[in-house]
Nanobody, 121 residues
Framework: QVQVVESGGDLVQAGGSLRLSCAAS????????IGWYRQAPGKQRELVTS???????NYADSVKGRFTVSRDIAKNTGFLQMNSLLPEDTAVYYC???????????????WGQGTQVTVSS
């Protein structure tokens, strides 16, 4: 079973930066994509950014130019660099790892428990 653990959330002032990490572990698997989602209180979970195994990225308009997604394939780890943070970036950030476990033909989505990012004004 693939396990996903996020880290790096914190309280930061507006204009500050944070770097979130997402580590996938548990057996042998092949990651096809890593996505970062966020959910603010009272709102639906939304896709922030994603990166494919080939390095293709996409970003929500609200974070373009401020957030950068990356991954370390060898370490099954993803990163989200967040700069110029705004109070509206406050949310629980979740990592989604889309992967195919060894011996399986199915690609599945695995979620972390989330990490809190709070941006004060």
């Amino acid at each position: 079973q693939v396990q996903v653990v996020e880290s790096g959330g914190d309280l930061v002032q507006a204009g500050g930066s944070l770097r979130l990490s997402c580590a996938a572990s548990g057996g042998t698997f092949s990651i096809s994509a890593i996505g970062w989602y966020r959910q603010a209180p009272g709102k639906q979970r939304e896709l922030v950014t994603s990166i494919s195994s080939g390095g293709l990225t996409n970003y929500a308009d609200s974070v373009k130019g401020r957030f950068t997604v990356s991954r370390d394939i060898a370490k099954n780890t993803g990163f989200l660099q967040m700069n110029s943070l705004l109070p509206e970036d406050t949310a629980v950030y979740y990592c989604n790892v889309r992967a195919r476990p060894a011996g399986s033909i199915l690609v599945r989505d695995y979620w972390g428990q989330g990490t809190q990012v709070t941006v004060s004004s």
